[in-house]
């Protein structure tokens, strides 16, 4: 999972013509600091899939811009476009994390 430090990268990761998988978090989130114990599975099972992360803390005002209210959250971009976007409240468990990309990416 490659880690976007800047919004002038996240503007360029978001662009892609394939769906991207964005996981917002930051470093003081217990839930975050769980879902990195059983993210290893789901970046296996969404290989053909690009995955980048974001440290909410890092880039102020990208997490409001799309509306990340909580963490951790993943989103889906496609040209540009947020896609889709699974809020923290259901980023617990890997099946509920699993299950929402398998209905957004097939």
């Known amino acids: 999972m490659e ?3 800047s919004e002038e ?4 990761v978001i662009q892609s013509e394939e769906p991207v998988i964005v996981k917002f978090f930051a470093d003081w989130c217990p839930d975050c600091k769980r879902m990195d114990m059983f993210i290893g599975g789901i970046l296996e099972e969404f290989k053909n899939h690009k995955w980048y992360e974001v440290n ?4 102020e005002g990208l ?3 799309y509306e990340v209210m909580g963490i951790p959250s993943v ?3 496609q040209n540009g476009e947020k896609i889709a976007h699974q809020h923290s409240a259901y980023t617990k468990t890997p099946e ?9 990416l097939g």
């Not at 909410?56 to 880039?59: K, L, N, P, Q």
Request: charged share 25%; aromatic share 12%; net charge negative.
């Open 56 to 59: 909410s803390d890092e880039i």
């Open 96 to 104: 509920s994390v699993t299950e929402f990309l398998h209905q957004q």
């Open 3 to 5: 880690h976007i430090q």
């Open 75 to 77: 989103l889906i971009f």
């Open 63 to 65: 997490a409001e811009k």
């Open 9 to 12: 990268k996240f503007n360029e």
